[in-house]
């Protein structure tokens, strides 16, 4: 009986998914540079990336970060299919071995047919985990999502025909909602990766509405992770399909250009983000009464508010937050909305505290921290841990310290 070479199953995993698309490693060093590319990584030359390819299958290096990512978006694969496990820093060769063909060793997901039972039990799966995530944040919803996500890509890399479609209208709904997953829990370049994907199949399918959405959300991700000027880019390219848009949708693209305005040192981004904000709250309004459905039910009055009042702390128009988050306030209703109700809050009270209001910004806080206690998201944490830093200046106040101690036992892993 011959010997079987021992190899780490993420090993047998980069080389059973490369064969099973039939790349050959030229190829798979082709798509790994494309996927560089959408992330802003500067890769090896080819002939270099390549030999690493062969050491990689070979089990004699061990793939270090970025290049995880890049395999999972070249492959179309969540990172924990390929290297289930292991960390993106780096992994164990020794921990896990198998004693197979690695020809015959792909343990990642199959692709489905994309079947109409399919697609309706995966459309029924992103709608309650989309209400998941509203209610309890991105952390107890991304691993589940991961595994639908693997289905999905794969399933559209081997459908062709009149099935392609509304297989595509799906995917690009599901995929960048996973980037929005990625997005709340603090991993941009992941979030950006998977929503890159997303107006990939919007682009296919020239759906307008999903194009300027999910450029929309670009645009988001963008101002989050520090690059306004390219925010205020995107928004407006979004905003170039406003006449085939509902009014939700509008809502959501004004709002989001009044962030990028907000965070831009644009010389006009004073008035540039008014006019977006007045703009922004008409359309939400129009949006009450509006019975076609869209990707933005989540755009109310109440939400447009509490978002244009975060954008006007940042602006230094604290007294102004203060007003429009308080109307917010006011008018949440959905509970269903724990995480955007409980950043509601905690963004008030964070205008509070810059406007020297320690006591009414610890009871505002009490508020965020009661909603928020069932809800797991990165970007809830940040704000709650920025109010903390505004009400450093107070701690000396009893009430003020029991605050502050309480936000940190509500973020160990950060304070």
């Given at each position: 009986?011959?010997?079987?070479?021992?190899?780490?199953?993420?090993?047998e995993?980069?080389?059973?998914?490369?064969?099973?698309?039939?790349?050959?490693?030229?190829?798979?060093?082709?798509?790994?540079?494309?996927?560089?590319?959408?992330?802003?990584?500067?890769?090896?030359?080819?002939?270099?990336?390549?030999?690493?390819?062969?050491?990689?299958?070979?089990?004699?290096?061990q793939?270090?970060?970025?290049?995880?990512?890049?395999?999972?978006?070249?492959?179309?694969?969540?990172?924990?299919?390929?290297?289930?496990?292991?960390?993106?820093?780096?992994?164990?060769?020794?921990?896990?071995?198998?004693?197979?063909?690695?020809?015959?060793?792909?343990?990642?997901?199959?692709?489905?047919?994309?079947?109409?039972?399919?697609?309706?039990?995966?459309?029924?799966?992103?709608?309650?985990?989309?209400q998941?995530d509203?209610?309890?944040?991105?952390?107890?919803?991304?691993?589940?999502?991961?595994?639908?996500?693997?289905?999905?890509?794969?399933?559209?890399?081997?459908?062709?025909?009149?099935d392609?479609?509304?297989?595509?209208?799906?995917?690009?709904?599901?995929?960048?909602?996973?980037?929005?997953?990625?997005?709340?829990?603090?991993?941009?370049?992941?979030?950006?990766?998977?929503?890159?994907?997303?107006?990939?199949?919007?682009?296919?399918?020239?759906?307008?509405?999903?194009?300027?959405?999910?450029?929309?959300?670009?645009?988001?991700?963008?101002?989050?992770?520090?690059?306004?000027?390219?925010?205020?880019?995107?928004?407006?390219?979004?905003?170039?399909?406003?006449?085939?848009?509902?009014?939700?949708l509008?809502?959501?693209?004004?709002?989001?250009?009044?962030?990028?305005?907000?965070?831009?040192?644009?010389?006009?981004?004073?008035?540039?983000?008014?006019?977006?904000?007045?703009?922004?709250?008409?359309?939400?309004?129009?949006?009450?009464?509006?019975?076609?459905?869209?990707?933005?039910?989540?755009?109310?009055?109440?939400?447009?508010?509490?978002?244009?009042?975060?954008?006007?702390?940042?602006?230094?128009?604290?007294?102004?937050?203060?007003?429009?988050?308080?109307?917010?306030?006011?008018?949440?209703a959905?509970?269903?909305?724990?995480?955007?109700?409980?950043?509601?809050?905690?963004?008030?009270?964070?205008?509070?505290?810059?406007?020297?209001?320690?006591?009414r910004?610890?009871m505002?806080?009490?508020?965020?921290?009661?909603?928020?206690?069932?809800?797991?998201?990165?970007?809830?944490?940040?704000?709650?841990?920025?109010?903390?830093?505004?009400?450093?200046?107070?701690?000396?106040?009893?009430?003020?310290?029991?605050?502050?101690?309480?936000?940190?036992?509500?973020?160990?892993?950060?304070?």
């Amino acid at each position: 009986m011959p010997v079987v070479k021992k190899l780490p199953i993420w090993a047998e995993r980069i080389k059973g998914e490369r064969r099973r698309l039939g790349w050959s490693q030229n190829e798979l060093a082709k798509r790994l540079t494309e996927a560089a590319d959408q992330l802003g990584v500067r890769m090896a030359e080819r002939a270099s990336l390549i030999r690493n390819i062969k050491n990689w299958e070979a089990g004699v290096h061990q793939p270090r970060d970025p290049y995880p990512q890049l395999f999972a978006l070249a492959l179309g694969m969540p990172e924990s299919d390929l290297f289930g496990g292991y960390s993106s820093a780096g992994f164990d060769p020794n921990q896990e071995i198998v004693e197979r063909e690695p020809e015959n060793s792909h343990l990642a997901q199959e692709a489905i047919p994309a079947t109409r039972s399919l697609l309706v039990s995966l459309d029924t799966l992103l709608r309650g985990h989309i209400q998941t995530d509203a209610m309890l944040g991105s952390a107890l919803v991304l691993p589940s999502a991961e595994h639908y996500i693997s289905v999905l890509t794969q399933t559209c890399r081997v459908t062709h025909g009149s099935d392609r479609k509304p297989l595509l209208e799906l995917a690009s709904q599901f995929v960048e909602f996973f980037g929005w997953l990625y997005q709340d829990s603090g991993d941009y370049v992941k979030s950006i990766a998977w929503t890159n994907m997303a107006l990939d199949y919007a682009m296919e399918l020239n759906d307008a509405r999903a194009i300027s959405y999910i450029l929309m959300r670009k645009s988001n991700i963008a101002s989050e992770s520090g690059d306004p000027g390219h925010a205020l880019g995107l928004i407006n390219a979004a905003l170039a399909y406003s006449s085939d848009l509902t009014p939700r949708l509008r809502a959501a693209l004004f709002r989001q250009r009044a962030n990028a305005y907000a965070m831009s040192d644009d010389t006009g981004r004073f008035i540039g983000f008014q006019r977006a904000s007045d703009e922004a709250m008409s359309e939400a309004v129009s949006g009450i009464s509006q019975i076609e459905d869209d990707l933005a039910t989540y755009c109310t009055p109440a939400y447009v508010e509490m978002e244009l009042g975060a954008s006007l702390v940042s602006l230094g128009q604290s007294h102004d937050a203060i007003q429009l988050l308080e109307k917010s306030r006011s008018r949440w209703a959905d509970e269903a909305q724990a995480r955007d109700n409980a950043l509601c809050f905690a963004r008030l009270a964070t205008a509070y505290a810059v406007m020297g209001e320690p006591l009414r910004s610890c009871m505002v806080a009490q508020d965020a921290l009661q909603v928020a206690r069932s809800v797991r998201s990165a970007r809830l944490t940040q704000e709650l841990l920025r109010l903390a830093r505004h009400l450093n200046g107070w701690s000396s106040e009893a009430e003020v310290h029991r605050v502050i101690s309480l936000i940190k036992e509500r973020t160990p892993s950060r304070s």
